[in-house]
Nanobody, 120 residues
């Protein structure tokens, strides 16, 4: 099983920046994709950004140009640099990892989330 631990959330003013981190641990054959999702009160969980182990990235239209996702394969860690934060970015941000178990089964693991609040 793969465990994910997020960190870096907090309270920031509009226009400010935060960097989220997600560290993966445990035994697995491989992690092929890691990403960030977010969920605001009363709204569905949505994809923010994801990255593959080859470095290919994908962003939601609402964050493209402001957020940057990056990864460190050696540390099994993914980061989300968030710049120019807006109040509508307020949400619980969840880390997700997808890959193959030791028995070659596809898995999807989730962290417990970290709160990001953008307010003046």
């Amino acid at each position: 099983q793969v465990q994910l631990v997020e960190s870096g959330g907090g309270l920031v003013q509009p226009g400010g920046s935060l960097r989220l981190s997600c560290a993966a641990s445990g035994v697995t054959f491989s992690i092929n994709d890691m990403g960030w999702y977010r969920q605001a009160p009363g709204k569905q969980r949505e994809l923010v950004a994801n990255i593959t182990t080859t470095g290919r990235t994908n962003y939601a239209d609402s964050v493209r140009g402001r957020f940057t996702i990056s990864g460190d394969n050696a540390k099994s860690t993914v980061y989300l640099q968030m710049n120019g934060l807006k109040p509508e970015d307020t949400a619980v941000y969840y880390c997700n990892a997808e890959g193959l178990s030791l028995t070659m089964r596809v898995f999807s693991s989730w962290g417990r989330g970290t709160q990001v609040t953008v307010s003046s």
